[in-house]
């Protein structure tokens, strides 16, 4: 068994190990975080003997009949997705130790669902991506239908509908991508040394299937319901990761596989992603409701996701265009640390006071001063403010989109930032400045589990806004080679 075969199936092994009739609560909570600290101390080790390309391969018969096979490996793409994806994974099983109801079962849930995560982000065959990308949805719906709250069974019951059905569509664009291959395959490598001459309809299939999973404007519904009702560790894990397949899916297999129709269809991808960056800050501003509002800045932060990969099909220079793509990464893993802490911070809010409704707070910071303190830093990193990691990704974002030649959609586009910033800095001071609100006396400083979950995300950020250069370094070969594919 390879390294990276350990990593991907560790979590599910200690999953089957919370079966054993005779562990109990506390136990299981431990094993949770033990399994998942071993898998990032794993996933360390990859990074460090990480030599550039694709690594740590393996290829094994699965499907011969369709030329489908277990075939994994990481790259610049894959491997800060995967690391990104370990961390968060152990700082939910901290969070999560000792405050909720049926830990067994919600353990084994959260360990299962790190390995399907885990899986599709090395996936290197089509069928295996489809696999964990299903496997991924099923886990999430059991999660906020289990452990959520408000009107949980509905907009669980949304959530799968609507990603199910994306996932169907992916799945007919994946056999398109097989059928118009020579010869027929779903493997990831042969597709892109020689790209199948597919025509618009499988690019339509397979972008809708990800638009969803992303999600962009108009495929969006389904986010807002599914975060407010999920448990906080939840909806860190659905910001976090899960939205993460869909923009991962656009840089690993639409964008090089499909070169010419991504090139053919660039400036609709751009204009969606415009409209979903200013779409969700407006939408946000609107929210009275802290969780809620946080869910729709995640459209807009991925919507700068799918601006970037836009750009990487149009006509500007081969520079520009790698920097864009190189920010979309790198707004990826700045997006799973910044809004994995603030649902985190939200959950706390609820966990005190059974509400996220920012007219009921006010004052918080004369009694949770440490609380105060998570939030502003997880707000200035959300608007990009210099010195945390989003500013590094926005930076790069329209820096690339400008220098490949659209130059109005990246001019439109900073308008969200602008947005962005007034609208979390405006929850900012009517939840924890200003008067006290009618439910600020119930609300705690963090505990020690809390601030031991939600400071590294942070801490993270704050070390790749002001010394970038080991995650750029990772990123920037993998970006330059999806741009030569998707050449112009």
Known sequence: MTVLTLVIFLPLAAAASLALPRVGARTAGWIWIAATAADLALVAALWAGYGGGVAYETRLRWIPSVNAGYHVGVDGLSLPLIAMTSLLFLLCAVYSLGRTPRPRAYAALFLFLQTVCLGLFAALDLLLFFVFFDLAIVGMYFVIVGWGHGDRARSGLMFFLYTFLGSLALLLGFIGLYLAAEPHTFDMADLVADPPRAGGLVLLAVGAGLAVKTPVVPVHTWLPPAHTDAPAAGSAILAGVLLKMGTYGFARIAVPMLPEQWRAHAWVIVVIGVVSVLYGSLVALAQENLKRLVAYTSVNHMGYVVLALGAAGLGGGAAARELAVSGAVT??????????????????????????????????????????????????????????????????????????????????????????AALLLLALQRVFLGGPGELTGRVRDARPGELAAIAPLLVLSLVIGIVPGWLLDLIEPAARAVVTLVGR
Request: proline share 2%; aromatic share 8%.
């Open 331 to 420: 707004q990826m893993v700045s997006h799973g640390l910044v809004t994995g802490a603030l649902f985190l911070i939200t959950g706390v809010l609820w966990d005190r006071a059974g509400s996220y409704r920012i007219g009921r707070f006010g004052g918080l910071a004369g009694r949770a001063p440490v609380l105060t303190g998570l939030m502003a830093v997880a707000v200035f990193a959300s608007l990009g403010l210099p010195g945390l990691s989003g500013f590094i990704a926005e930076f790069q974002i329209f820096t690339g989109v400008i220098g490949a030649g659209a130059v109005a959609a990246g001019a439109v586009s900073l308008l969200g930032i602008l947005v962005t």
